[in-house]
């Protein structure tokens, strides 16, 4: 599996406006919610996806991806490896074409459902990172 160019995800960064969270926690010490916030502040939506919350960063959590009923431009997940064929599943069934896994976050079955279902998938890349290096805001 091969990410993108970095052309390609400073364009991908660049161009969404709306990243939805899945498994983003409402602790201010996980990561998930650390880098959410950092996004947040330099100007995306954040739509946060875990069925155990009702909230995180202002934002009204959803149970799953498919509850989500607005443009989605970017999938970031902040799950175990494992899970991501079951999320990759639920990212299908949506309107987005970008998955996003955090970094040490790798699943070849995810990856290889994914491209066959046209979508762009980072894997093992921190997005917040990513947006430090690549994007010049």
């Known amino acids: 599996?091969?990410?993108?160019?970095?052309?390609?995800i400073r364009e991908i960064l660049e161009n969404a406006k709306t990243i939805a969270v899945v498994g983003l926690s409402d602790n201010p010490e996980k990561t998930s919610y650390?880098?959410?916030?950092?996004?947040q502040e330099v100007g995306?939506?954040?739509i946060p996806v875990n069925p155990m919350v009702d909230e995180?960063?202002?934002?009204?959590?959803?149970?799953?991806?498919?509850?989500?009923?607005e443009p989605i431009d970017i999938i970031n997940v902040f799950r175990r490896p494992e899970y991501l064929p079951e999320v990759a599943r639920d990212a299908a069934q949506t309107n987005c074409k970008v998955f996003?896994?955090?970094?040490?976050i790798v699943n070849e079955e995810?990856?290889?459902?994914l491209t066959?279902?046209?979508?762009?998938?980072?894997?093992?890349l921190c997005i917040k990172v990513a947006h430090a290096v690549l994007v010049k805001r």
């Open 1 to 8: 599996m091969q990410n993108p160019s970095n052309d390609q």
């Open 34 to 39: 650390q880098i959410s916030k950092i996004m």
């Open 44 to 46: 995306y939506r954040i």
């Open 56 to 69: 995180v960063l202002g934002e009204k959590s959803f149970h799953s991806l498919a509850d989500i009923n």
């Open 100 to 104: 996003w896994a955090q970094q040490g």
């Open 110 to 113: 995810a990856n290889d459902f």
């Open 116 to 124: 066959d279902k046209g979508f762009t998938v980072i894997m093992d």
